[in-house]
């Protein structure tokens, strides 16, 4: 069976996690060196956290940042290369996307030491660290903005106000009203709350104090920033939708920001909220920011697994990666994904299909760039909005009230005991496994990280498959989104001759033929 992970290692990192009566030998320093280097995550992929439903260190129902720190190690055997913390500041909401002081820890949290000790101890094992900056909006208890409601404070002007002729029934970019009221009758713009009004970025003291908090914490190590609604700087309107000079002063103001926190670490990592529903649409943000979030690419994905059939996929993975790659200079610029804090869980949009669940990972983990997981989608954890129970505790054990897990939000009856670490490690056909096993194929081969992407004509409308190509690799990538043994001809002339590696045993590589079993992934040289 050619397959990254091994019940040897899955066992071992049970005891790893779980702990072990008998401590081992200590390691000598050029020991301990040369381990530390080869587990190193060289993936690529990311992995999204929200802190609250993680790992609570001290009982209050609540994940904190010392909870993070705790569960390294289990990133670090997963194989992930970087974490997204999503927000971590001072908030009145559970969530954080409203904040009241841009260079502070939210107390529930812990303390600018836990995170500074997070930040040290991640860096030890190789895995970056990037902080969601939710800088559209503050929150209304924001201190600038309670003195902005004095109309002859300084901060007035931080913030955009109704004038006479202004319509007030205006529609909002994000859907609802635009303009929100004030007790005394004024109103301000808040195009997603009332709670959340929007900064004026046409006041320059508004950029500057921006960019100060990007270089805040760039100075204290982050390797980068996850920006929240970053279409909606200058989008306020729906009637806005489409014009191009909203989305020049937009990326304008991001250029602004990325000189800035690169003035501090020249290799800030920035990926962008854009919410668009064409990569056509979200190419000319490669000019500007690192990568943004491919939204319509997820969707085709677990699309393409809930049927079983490729569809146009490789095609549009070819149009669109060539496209970001002539924005960003480089090939393999993508951020793909699944799923986040605001979308079904991929399971619960797969109506709980564990193949097609695996089969969608697949996808995602053999595209360049740096794919994005969220939590708990590599246990297949469920979760339909309302958008908390999109967000509930992380499955650690089998039992639901075992220490570190968190309570804040009950549990989702669905994720029962064998949809939890301590279940999916014990078993080396579990989802955990898979998922493990595919990241770590992105540190072996270079190409499914790097390469640019090709689309292979597989002739078998259930056969999805593309060529990866950079300076060390050249490979071929199929799956076989199907519940039933597929057949692929390569041709004569495939420089494609063995197989490299498969997340199934039975693959067959024979007169220019590719025989791949039920829902199963290979990777050819």
Same mark, same amino acid.
Request: hydrophobic share 35%; no cysteine.
């Given at each position: 069976m050619i397959r990254s992970v091994t019940l040897a290692s899955l066992l071992a990192s049970a005891l790893l996690l779980g702990g072990c009566t008998t401590a081992p030998a200590p390691l000598s320093p050029v020991t301990q060196a040369h381990a530390q280097a080869a587990s190193t995550p060289r993936s690529g992929v990311y992995y999204e956290i929200f802190v609250r439903s993680w790992y609570d260190t001290n009982g209050d129902g609540v994940g904190d940042l010392n909870g993070v720190t705790a569960k390294l190690d289990y990133l670090q055997s997963l194989g992930v290369s970087g974490i997204w913390l999503m927000p971590i500041n001072p908030s009145p909401s559970y969530h954080g996307y409203d904040i009241t002081d841009y260079e502070a820890i939210n107390p529930q949290y812990g303390t600018m030491a836990d995170f500074e000790h997070l930040l040290a101890e991640a860096h030890k094992r190789g895995i970056k660290v990037i902080i969601d900056l939710v800088i559209n909006h503050t929150s209304n208890e924001h201190p600038w903005f309670l003195a902005a409601q004095d109309p002859h404070d300084p901060h007035h002007d931080w913030y955009s106000w109704a004038t006479p002729t202004t319509d007030l029934s205006a529609h909002s970019a994000a859907g609802d009203k635009a303009w929100q009221a004030l007790p005394d009758g004024r109103h301000y713009l808040g195009i997603f709350s009332p709670g959340m009004p929007d900064l004026n970025y046409d006041n320059p003291a508004v950029r500057q104090a921006m960019v100060d908090v990007g270089q805040f914490w760039s100075r204290k190590g982050v390797d980068g920033f996850r920006l929240d609604a970053a279409r909606h700087i200058y989008l306020n309107f729906q009637s806005q939708e489409g014009d191009p000079d909203v989305l020049r002063e937009n990326l304008t103001w991001w250029r602004q920001f990325m000189r800035g926190v690169r003035a501090v670490n020249p290799g800030t990592y920035v990926v962008g909220e854009v919410t668009e529903s064409s990569w056509q649409q979200l190419a000319p943000w490669y000019g500007a920011l690192s990568a943004v979030f491919d939204f319509p690419l997820a969707t085709r994905m677990i699309d393409a697994a809930r049927s079983g059939t490729a569809g146009d996929l490789a095609e549009r993975l070819q149009q669109r990666y060539a496209g970001f790659a002539a924005q960003a200079g480089h090939a393999g610029a993508d951020a793909p994904f699944l799923s986040n804090h605001d979308q079904n869980r991929v399971m619960s949009q797969l109506d709980g299909d564990a193949a097609h669940m695996r089969m969608a990972a697949a996808m995602?983990?053999?595209? %360049? #760039?740096? $794919?994005?997981?969220?939590? #708990? @989608?590599? /246990?297949?954890?469920?979760? &339909?909005? *309302? +958008? =908390? +129970?999109?967000? @509930? %505790?992380?499955?650690?054990?089998?039992? *639901?009230?075992?220490? #570190? @897990?968190?309570?804040?939000? $009950?549990?989702?009856?669905?994720?029962? =005991? !064998? &949809?939890? &670490?301590?279940?999916?490690?014990? !078993? *080396?056909?579990? /989802?955990?496994? !898979?998922?493990?096993? /595919?990241?770590?194929?992105?540190?072996?081969v270079s190409a499914l990280r790097d390469g640019a992407l090709t689309a292979f004509a597989s002739g078998n409308t259930h056969v999805v498959g593309w060529q990866l190509r950079d300076a060390h690799s050249r490979v071929l990538v199929l799956h076989n989104l199907s519940g039933q043994p597929q057949s692929v001809a390569l041709g004569a002339a495939s420089p494609f001759h063995a197989i490299r590696l498969a997340s199934r045993d039975g693959v067959q590589l024979h007169d220019h033929r590719v025989d791949l079993p039920p829902d199963t992934s290979v990777v050819l040289e």
């Open positions: 995602l983990l053999t595209l %360049p #760039g740096h $794919p994005f997981i969220y939590y #708990g @989608e590599e /246990l297949g954890m469920r979760g &339909v909005k *309302p +958008d =908390p +129970d999109l967000r @509930e %505790p992380m499955r650690w054990e089998r039992g *639901p009230r075992a220490a #570190g @897990e968190t309570t804040w939000e $009950p549990g989702n009856a669905a994720n029962g =005991p !064998d &949809v939890s &670490v301590q279940a999916e490690l014990a !078993d *080396p056909g579990s /989802l955990l496994a !898979d998922y493990r096993m /595919l990241i770590h194929w992105r540190e072996q």
